[in-house]
């Protein structure tokens, strides 16, 4: 059961502008939503978090909405340059300690053209 | 600040063989996580341990296994090695482990490729 559902699968934007990865998720018990870049060879990096008690939250050029009601957040990257080519994760996590797990999107190959 | 180890970077074993892999996380953290990543099937969770103790298992088969020592350090060890064990074996480190979501971060993996 896929509880965590990302796209889209790859995404190309010129450089400068708006890179838009959306994932959607089931378990009403996650409250913690991190997103990791990944570069190929190196394992994943967090970039941001967001907890659901707020909609919004940013660092630099990146943004995570937060969506509780319908279930989906997603991650904007403003700006976006050619370094930020990579494949990025959203992921969730519960609190209860059984469900600690992090359970990843499947991903999106972001490709940002000179 | 050193971040999490992982050694070997890359692995190559035959079917039937058994492999270690292991984890340093980052100094002062006490929980690590294993995961496993394949194109087909994405990112998932293996297991988490926290001050020696097994606190979370994925749905992988029994041959998958692992233990934390008490300076934190993580091995997994595979059994009986498939081809489609092959993937890259990451582990993530955190702070703590319990009610307190705090953040994960992982090392570079394994690469692990069964022949």
């Known amino acids: 059961q896929q509880q965590v559902k990302q796209s889209p699968q790859s995404l190309i934007v010129q450089k400068g502008g708006i890179s838009i990865i959306n994932c959607a998720y089931e378990?009403?018990?996650?409250?913690?939503f991190p997103w990791y870049q990944q570069f190929p060879g190196k394992g994943p990096a967090l970039l941001i978090a967001i907890r659901p008690d707020v909609s919004e939250k940013k660092e630099g050029r990146f943004t995570i909405s937060f969506n509780k009601s319908a279930k989906q957040f997603s991650l904007h990257i403003m700006d976006s340059q050619p370094g930020d080519s990579a494949t990025y994760f959203c992921a969730a996590r519960g609190r209860n300690t059984g469900r600690r797990a992090l359970t990843f999107g499947s991903g999106t190959r972001l490709q940002v053209q000179p | 600040k050193a971040g999490v180890t992982q050694t070997p970077r890359y692995l190559i074993k035959t079917r039937g063989q058994q492999v270690t892999l292991s984890c340093s996380p980052i100094s002062g953290h006490r929980s690590v996580s294993w995961y496993q990543q394949t194109p087909g099937q994405g990112l998932q969770f293996l297991f988490e341990?926290?001050?020696?103790?097994?606190?979370n298992k994925g749905n992988f088969p029994g041959r998958f296994s692992g233990r934390q020592f008490s300076n934190s350090r993580s091995e997994m060890n595979v059994s009986t090695l498939e081809l489609g064990d092959s993937a890259l074996y990451l582990c993530a480190s955190s702070l703590v482990s319990g009610p307190v979501n705090t953040e994960a971060f992982f090392g570079q993996g394994t690469r692990l490729t069964v022949v």
């Open positions: 341990y926290f001050s020696e103790t097994q606190r």
């Open positions: 378990n009403t018990a996650f409250d913690y």
